[in-house]
């Protein structure tokens, strides 16, 4: 007797999050041996995984990935429809950006749109097809504002955002908004971002969506932080903060310790913003969390620098660039570089220093980060 499906999804979900399964081959010869492919009642399981996915990927990407490859290798040998093997695919993509994997992620996106192109799209529920079609432009932007590509982010957006609205689609409109608003911060753009941000944090809270209105009010705090108003920005990262524990929400807890760090740090604080800094750093290392371990690491590399202990500037500032490259992340990795030239300077290396801040500058560029 084969396994039931959801067994047998969850079985090779593990092998493939183990690093067991190289590809999508392997997927389909796991599923085929434990009698997966065959089972009566597929589609079911395979339908079944993607409202559970949410919750996966925010605890356990590399685990959402497998289970979403399993389901998609499994639709589409069973000749599932395009609108289900795009919308496996834009889950897919969500999990490779959660582990830092921008640049496969927009590959894996960009298919799940190729997907709604064929031939067959136009026969399906266009108001599905097109719900489908924001979501997929919304997590492509993200990937693109990841990898720098900045206006090819805010082209895909902007569509995502047209598309809610017309449908009506309105909690999806203020994740839209708000990742439009991750863009214009990106862009040195505080003031845009601030009221895309304020816009999608209204709409979160007319919906009850509580970890929306988490996200948006740290995004809040951060545009705020950079427009100057740090009592504001506290605000809006101790309201984040109290959302997130009360979701248990460990990511975005240490999210919002990292940014209650900085704030700290820009008043003077220098003793509680290197708790929250430490605690931050700490949770994110449990979690596997590689870019608040980034961010949690330069603030700490820049209090160590300003204390006069550069040996110890220098380690977190690496291990944090170290971070950021792992995930194909360059602006992160040109504020790493920014922070070693400063070591560098107040060491009195100028060469070693002007090396990185040149190469800091070109990252900035690059993406267009015009406070960089």
Same mark, same amino acid.
């Given at each position: 007797?084969?396994?039931?499906?959801?067994?047998?999804?969850?079985?090779?979900?593990?092998?493939?999050?183990?690093?067991?399964?190289?590809?999508?081959?392997?997927?389909?010869?796991?599923?085929?041996?434990?009698?997966?492919?065959?089972?009566?009642?597929?589609?079911?399981?395979?339908?079944?995984?993607?409202?559970?996915?949410?919750?996966?990927?925010?605890?356990?990407?590399?685990?959402?990935?497998?289970?979403?490859?399993?389901?998609?290798?499994?639709?589409?040998?069973?000749?599932?429809?395009?609108?289900?093997?795009? $919308?496996?695919?834009?889950?897919?993509?969500?999990?490779?950006?959660?582990?830092?994997?921008?640049?496969?992620?927009?590959? $894996?996106?960009?298919?799940?749109?190729?997907?709604?192109?064929?031939?067959?799209?136009?026969?399906?529920?266009?108001?599905?097809?097109?719900?489908?079609?924001?979501?997929?432009?919304?997590?492509?932007?993200?990937?693109?504002?990841?990898?720098?590509?900045?206006?090819?982010?805010?082209?895909?957006?902007?569509?995502?955002?047209?598309?809610?609205?017309?449908?009506?689609?309105?909690?999806?409109?203020?994740?839209?908004?708000?990742?439009?608003?991750?863009?214009?911060?990106?862009?040195?753009?505080?003031?845009?971002?601030?009221?895309?941000?304020?816009?999608?944090?209204?709409?979160?809270?007319?919906?009850?969506?509580?970890?929306?209105?988490?996200?948006?009010?740290?995004?809040?705090?951060?545009?705020?932080?950079?427009?100057?108003?740090?009592?504001?920005?506290?605000?809006?990262?101790?309201?984040?903060?109290?959302?997130?524990?009360?979701?248990?929400?460990?990511?975005?807890?240490?999210?919002?310790?990292?940014?209650?760090?900085?704030?700290?740090?820009?008043?003077?604080?220098?003793?509680?913003?290197?708790?929250?800094?430490?605690?931050?750093?700490?949770?994110?290392?449990?979690?596997?969390?590689?870019?608040?371990?980034?961010?949690?690491?330069?603030?700490?590399?820049?209090?160590?620098?300003?204390?006069?202990?550069?040996?110890?500037?220098?380690?977190?500032?690496?291990?944090?660039?170290?971070?950021?490259?792992?995930?194909?992340?360059?602006?992160?990795?040109?504020?790493?570089?920014?922070?070693?030239?400063?070591?560098?300077?107040?060491?009195?290396?100028?060469?070693?220093?002007?090396?990185?801040? $040149?190469?800091?500058?070109?990252?900035?560029?690059?993406?267009?980060?015009?406070?960089?």
């Amino acid at each position: 007797m084969p396994d039931p499906i959801e067994d047998a999804f969850e079985a090779v979900a593990r092998r493939h999050a183990r690093g067991e399964l190289a590809d999508d081959l392997a997927v389909e010869a796991a599923l085929r041996a434990r009698g997966a492919l065959d089972a009566p009642g597929l589609f079911d399981a395979v339908r079944s995984t993607l409202e559970p996915f949410w919750k996966v990927v925010h605890d356990d990407p590399a685990l959402a990935l497998g289970l979403m490859t399993a389901a998609y290798v499994a639709a589409r040998l069973r000749g599932a429809n395009a609108l289900l093997r795009a $919308e496996l695919r834009s889950r897919r993509g969500t999990a490779l950006f959660a582990l830092g994997k921008a640049k496969q992620a927009a590959a $894996e996106l960009e298919g799940g749109l190729a997907t709604l192109s064929e031939p067959e799209a136009p026969l399906l529920d266009q108001g599905q097809v097109a719900r489908v079609r924001a979501q997929l432009l919304c997590f492509l932007g993200n990937a693109r504002i990841a990898v720098g590509e900045i206006p090819k982010a805010c082209v895909a957006l902007e569509e995502a955002i047209h598309i809610a609205r017309t449908h009506n689609l309105k909690a999806a409109e203020g994740i839209y908004l708000s990742s439009l608003g991750n863009a214009r911060t990106v862009t040195g753009e505080a003031r845009a971002a601030a009221d895309y941000y304020e816009q999608a944090l209204a709409i979160a809270r007319a919906v009850g969506n509580e970890r929306g209105e988490e996200v948006n009010l740290g995004n809040l705090g951060l545009a705020k932080q950079a427009l100057g108003d740090a009592d504001g920005a506290l605000e809006c990262y101790e309201a984040s903060l109290k959302l997130a524990e009360k979701l248990h929400d460990r990511r975005g807890s240490a999210t919002d310790c990292a940014n209650i760090g900085a704030v700290l740090h820009d008043k003077g604080e220098l003793e509680q913003a290197r708790e929250r800094y430490a605690q931050s750093h700490q949770t994110a290392l449990e979690l596997g969390d590689k870019k608040t371990e980034a961010i949690a690491l330069l603030g700490l590399a820049a209090l160590a620098r300003e204390g006069g202990n550069h040996d110890e500037a220098l380690r977190h500032s690496a291990a944090a660039q170290a971070c950021f490259v792992l995930l194909e992340d360059p602006k992160g990795e040109g504020d790493a570089l920014a922070e070693m030239g400063r070591v560098s300077l107040e060491q009195g290396d100028a060469a070693s220093a002007l090396a990185r801040f $040149e190469k800091a500058i070109a990252i900035a560029r690059t993406v267009g980060d015009r406070r960089g």
